[in-house]
């Protein structure tokens, strides 16, 4: 069984920054592909950000050139760094591993001045 556990969110201004993080238990965390996406009230969730096996990167155009996944596959941990954070960037962000569909519990991010 494989648990993701999100933190790092919390209450920011308008134009601050946040870094996510994820941290996998069990083995081979390298093997694979991790996303992250987030849902905001009364609508879908969607994927924000995709980050291979192998380092490769792909985002959302809502959040491309704010936001940068990345990944520590010594630490199991796959990052978001969120920066020039808007108030529609508002939403839990979850972290997904695609493979065995498996989800984490969700952090709050909420941008507001």
């Known amino acids: 069984q494989v648990q993701l556990v999100e933190s790092g969110g919390g209450l920011v201004q308008p134009g601050g920054s946040l870094r996510l993080s994820c941290a996998a238990s069990?083995?081979?965390?390298?093997?694979?592909?991790m996303g992250w996406h987030r849902q905001a009230p009364g609508k879908q969730r969607e994927l924000v950000a995709f980050i291979s096996s192998g380092g490769s990167t792909n985002y959302a155009y809502s959040v491309k050139g704010r936001f940068t996944v990345s990944r520590d596959n010594a630490k199991n941990t796959v990052y978001l760094q969120m920066n020039n954070l808007k108030p529609e960037d508002t939403a839990v962000y979850y972290c997904?591993?695609?493979?065995?569909?498996?989800w984490g519990q969700g952090t709050q991010v909420t941008v507001s001045s």
């Open positions: 069990g083995r081979s965390f390298g093997m694979y592909s």
């Open positions: 997904n591993r695609p493979f065995g569909g498996y």
